[in-house]
């Protein structure tokens, strides 16, 4: 099985550029160059200083003892949590501002839903010294202050999307509007593994650096580079690219993606899109995708705000329909108690959309010699209102 | 029978008028009425839209139109009946356009049949890629469909003879790099990209959209492509309507006459 992206830019069924022809020479340029851009050595070098100087790389893989003890078996948490500005959302902003740099773009657009991925953006952005604008749901923006003043500290402009429900996909549709309105001296930094080819490639390169990291990491801790698991959260899914990447041809380890249940499954309020998507095109590409008999994308629902997005990457949808990886899910009461079990055996406060990943451990039949890595892809800084709200500690 | 897109274009001397209007807007069954008195105003073709939630390529005012007609209920089944329904009651072409993921929902094969069947005569697809259609171009010629695909004035020589040829009926040459919306005046950048296009001797006629609002911008579109295609302004006249066929007639006369 092939889970390399083919050269039109599909995994499998899935993928392609689905865009208007306003969008055709935006993406073109982007298709045309990337992979000779991200190759060059001189790229790599300042890609990976910036990785290991300011974002803090390689984060730890942690032995966590007491969540060991307690699901017997040996659980290694990776430690993206502690990369500069929270989440490993970075990652890929860094690659992607270099990469504007070099195509000679002046603006850079993004859209945010919990507005990590907005905080990354405006950080390299300031960064760099470049102009940034992003887009926020309007309903998000009143959810989620505190990250939408600190892009405002960091001197972006975060326009309010007032169209369809206010969230995420309202600010991508957005986003995508303002690059046709602006097609040559913007660049548009996607924040997960979505979007027309070569955005899910591309962003799944950046975060590839995360199991690449695992891999020597482990090797050091157990005397191989792989475990029995590798388990990690799903929104769109970049920080689970990134964590499944070099493993997606070692058969012997299982992937496993945790996406948001909501209020279940089968609630009619749920994120859960391998569940209850179906194959179809949004936002550039075709992918599963949760929506009505009619083909009108359904508006999902999670307690956490970085994992409701109505569809996942295509690399996702493909690895679903092969088999390859494993999709369990997690409801907000379960991701919650998780989050809370976290702080109190490992004095780790997660991210919720983190919490996810935790949450499936109880779903999954280990045994005593299973080493797990759980991708902590963030912490819970941001979330603080949401535990509050939350109350039950 | 020869397709009445081909026809009209081949035919006419005058430049074309072609509105667009979202399905289902403002209420569920305006469709008839509202094809029934554009031709009694002089429009030349319509262009109807199938609405879909994410209209990224839509400026404002097709973005609300899309919301409430889906609002309403508008379904791409319940589309094709009414225009089965008004088929017999209107001359002029019948263009569907839309986004695809309610086309590829109803099942592609299924669609381009019932669209035939129900007398469409052409479609626009925005967001299907040249080569993923390749695979249906057999099935849409033998179902004399015209299947008509956007330029933009960012799109390089190379590619417009590739659209070109690989379309029927027309071609939809969008105005700017831009959302669908009216902007005011053309500036000489888009008169030059006009000009250019011309200057191809493309296979297909081209009409141009997107920004056109006025008898100024009307007119400078006819005088470069083979006609004209207008929405949102159009749109905007219709939505707060106490009288459609009034002021359908109204927005004709004042778009195609000069003060
Ligand atoms: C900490 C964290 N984890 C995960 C996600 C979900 O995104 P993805 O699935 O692309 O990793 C987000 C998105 O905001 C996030 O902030």
């Known amino acids: 099985m092939r889970y390399e992206v083919d050269e039109k830019g599909y995994y499998g069924n899935f993928g392609g550029a689905y865009i208007p022809e306003m969008l055709y020479p935006n993406v073109e340029e982007l298709r045309t160059h990337y992979l000779e851009i991200i190759q060059q050595p001189e790229f790599q070098k300042e890609f990976h200083e910036l990785l290991q100087n300011y974002v803090g790389r390689p984060t730890p893989l942690y032995r966590a003892e007491r969540l060991s003890e307690k699901y017997n078996a040996h659980i290694y948490l990776k430690r993206e949590d502690l990369c500069h500005t929270g989440a490993h959302k970075i990652n890929n902003t860094i690659g992607q501002i270099l990469l504007a740099k070099r195509l000679g773009k002046q603006k850079i657009i993004a859209e945010t839903g919990a507005g990590q991925h907005g905080v990354a953006t405006a950080t390299v952005c300031a960064l760099m010294g470049m102009e940034c604008m992003v887009y926020m749901g309007k309903l998000d923006m009143e959810r989620q202050r505190p990250n939408v003043e600190r892009m405002r500290i960091l001197g972006t402009q975060v326009v309010p999307a007032v169209s369809g429900n206010m969230t995420l996909k309202d600010a991508t549709n957005e986003a995508m509007r303002h690059w046709i309105n602006h097609p040559t001296d913007t660049h548009y930094i996607i924040g997960s593994v979505v979007g027309p080819h070569p955005y899910p490639h591309m962003v799944t390169l950046f975060q590839s650096v995360i199991s690449e990291e695992i891999k020597k990491q482990l090797l050091k801790e157990i005397g191989q580079p792989n475990p029995d698991y590798v388990v990690a959260c799903v929104g769109g899914g970049s920080n689970a690219a990134g964590a499944f990447y070099h493993y997606l041809n070692e058969a012997h380890v299982n992937l496993v993606g945790v996406e948001a249940a909501g209020l279940g499954v089968d609630s009619g309020e749920s994120a859960a899109t391998t569940a209850l998507g179906k194959p179809g095109v949004l936002h550039g590409s075709k992918t599963l995708l949760m929506q009505t008999t009619d083909g009108q994308v359904i508006e999902p629902y999670s307690i956490s705000a970085g994992l409701d997005y109505p569809g996942i990457g295509p690399l996702h949808a493909h690895l679903f329909e092969t088999g390859r990886v494993q999709f369990v899910s997690a409801t907000d009461d379960e991701a919650m108690n998780a989050g809370i079990e976290l702080a109190r055996t490992e004095g780790i406060i997660p991210a919720i959309e983190s919490a996810h990943a935790i949450a499936a451990l109880s779903k999954l039949e280990l045994t005593q010699e299973d080493v797990v890595v759980v991708n902590l892809s963030g912490r819970g800084d941001k979330d603080l209102e949401t535990y509050i709200r939350w109350g039950k500690y | ?259």
């Open chain 2, 1 to 259: 029978m020869k397709n009445r897109i081909t026809e009209l274009l081949s035919k006419t001397k005058k430049p074309v008028l072609s509105v667009f209007y979202t399905a289902g807007f403002p209420n569920l069954d305006d469709t008839e009425k509202i094809a029934i008195a554009l031709e009694t105003a002089g429009a030349d073709m319509i262009e109807i839209g199938i609405p879909f939630s994410d209209p990224v390529a839509d400026g404002p005012t097709i973005q609300m139109s899309n919301k409430k007609a889906l609002d309403n209920g508008m379904t791409v089944a319940l589309l094709l009946k009414q225009v089965a329904g008004l088929r017999s009651k209107v001359k002029m072409p019948i263009v569907l356009m839309g986004y695809l993921n309610p086309v590829m929902q109803y099942g592609f094969e299924k669609f381009f049949k019932d669209a035939a069947n129900a007398g469409v005569d052409g479609l626009i697809l925005p967001d299907l890629p040249l080569d993923e259609f390749e695979k249906f171009e057999p099935l849409t010629t033998s179902l004399n469909l015209s299947v008509s695909f956007l330029i933009s004035p960012t799109t390089s020589e190379t590619r417009i003879r590739k659209i070109d040829a690989i379309s029927s009926g027309f071609v939809y040459a969008v105005s700017a790099s831009s959302t669908t919306g009216a902007k005011g005046e053309f500036t000489t950048e888009q008169l030059a990209y006009f000009n250019r296009l011309k200057s191809y001797n493309l296979k297909n006629p081209f009409l141009i959209g997107f920004g056109i609002s006025n008898y100024t911008t009307y007119s400078q579109a006819c005088a470069y492509g083979a006609g004209a295609i207008v929405g949102s302004s159009f749109i905007q006249q219709i939505s707060e309507s106490k009288n459609l066929e009034a002021d359908i007639h109204q927005f004709v006369v004042s778009l195609t006459t000069s003060k």
